[in-house]
């Protein structure tokens, strides 16, 4: 079964910075749409970002809009979420995702195809 892995989890303070990378090598750009989702304790998943395959179109929620950058490396196969001037409210556990072949862009939760495991961000006030 076709996996993704995140890593680039950590502890941060406010205002710092941190880069969240997706081992994607069995999701190629000409089939799968990928995306950020978040959670936390009690609460529904929620998307975060999303881009498209090989034309790099992006999508990001209010939330994040103009702190978080979603890129992808077609050569490398990986899928990165750059966040800035972190917030603690950016505290949950990340995942990411790959869209159903040939959906493109994902942002509800309920359509995404396949999860990765997530990795924990923690943002100290």
């Known amino acids: 079964q076709a996996r993704l892995v995140e890593s680039g989890g950590g502890l941060v303070q406010a205002g710092d910075s941190l880069r969240l990378s997706c081992e994607a090598s069995?999701?190629?750009?000409?089939?799968?749409?990928m995306g950020w989702f978040r959670q936390t304790p009690g609460k529904e998943r929620e998307f975060v970002a999303s881009?498209?395959?090989?034309?790099?179109?992006?999508d990001y929620s209010a939330s994040v809009q103009g702190r978080f950058t979603i890129s992808r490396d077609n050569a490398k196969n990986t899928v990165t979420l750059e966040m800035n001037n972190l917030k603690s409210e950016d505290t949950a556990i990340y995942f990411c995702?790959?869209?159903?072949?040939?959906?493109?862009?994902?942002?509800?939760?309920?359509?995404?195809?396949?999860w990765g495991q997530g990795t924990q961000v923690t943002v100290s006030p």
């Open positions: 995702a790959a869209s159903p072949p040939y959906w493109g862009m994902i942002r509800d939760p309920t359509t995404v195809g396949t």
């Open positions: 069995e999701f190629p750009p000409t089939i799968y749409g």
């Open positions: 881009t498209n395959g090989l034309a790099g179109t992006t």
